[in-house]
């Protein structure tokens, strides 16, 4: 059971580059989370999905788009890269329609802007 | 999101219990108490939550003062290998957790 993968593990890119995070969970979760930690602090929330067709912002959600494919998938896409995205990102789901299931996340996403 | 406070760190010898304490005390009825870790940048791991009552699975058990106003994770055995940031989290809806800065736990061989 692969829970939540993310891809790619790590990236490299320009100032004003663009690229998309993708996810996906085989668990059959309604909602999706992406969030970012950097250095020395806890994850803060970029976007979420409560359920498929829907999205919300979170608490950093300035510089990123979402986009909730279908039920397994939420891609996270900067457009325009700037070295303030350099951050690990996680992806994480949950059966948030009730209201005591815990969220699992994937290994993270390691991007650095250069 | 309850607010909760937990201590920046604690140690711990290995096989010994970790007890780890969070205050939690303005969580509301309804809102549950999560307990997460997070080894060396790995993603965050779920380990175990609950509303009023203790509970236990195969990672740890969790005590829930009857006021509910704060809590403890306990590790029953500790390892080298549970040295990770622990969070207890209490959020209020499905929108999001609020990772704060967490326990840094270091057991100590």
């Known amino acids: 059971n692969a829970g939540v993968t993310q891809t790619p593990k790590f990236q490299v890119l320009k100032t004003g580059q663009s690229m998309t995070l993708q996810c996906a969970q085989d668990?059959?979760?309604?909602?999706m989370y992406w969030y970012r930690q950097d250095p020395g602090m806890g994850l803060r929330l970029i976007y979420y999905?409560?359920?498929?067709?829907?999205?919300d912002k979170g608490e950093v959600p300035n510089g990123y788009n979402v986009s909730r494919l279908n039920k397994r998938e939420f891609s996270l896409r900067l457009e325009s890269a700037a070295p303030s995205q350099t951050s690990v990102y996680f992806c994480?789901?949950?059966?948030?329609?009730?209201?005591?299931?815990?969220?699992?996340f994937g290994d993270g996403t390691r991007l650095s802007i250069l | 999101d309850a607010k909760t406070t937990q201590p920046t760190s604690m140690d711990c010898a290995e096989g010994r219990a970790a007890n780890l304490p969070c205050n939690h005390s303005?969580?509301?009825?309804?809102?549950?108490v999560y307990w997460y870790r997070q080894i060396h940048s790995q993603g965050p791991q779920y380990i175990i939550h609950?509303?009023?009552n203790n509970e236990t699975n195969e990672m740890a058990s969790l005590i829930i003062t009857e006021d509910r106003k704060s809590s403890t994770l306990i590790l029953p055995h500790a390892t080298l290998r549970d040295t990770a940031v622990y969070y207890c989290?209490?959020?209020?809806?499905?929108?999001?957790?609020?990772f704060g800065k967490g326990t840094h736990l270091i057991i100590q061989p």
């Open positions: 994480a789901s949950s059966d948030a329609g009730y209201s005591n299931q815990p969220q699992h």
């Open positions: 668990m059959n979760h309604n909602s």
């Open positions: 999905s409560a359920s498929e067709g829907t999205t």
């Open positions: 303005t969580i509301s009825g309804n809102e549950y």
């Open positions: 609950g509303l009023k």
């Open positions: 989290i209490a959020p209020g809806g499905a929108d999001g957790l609020t």
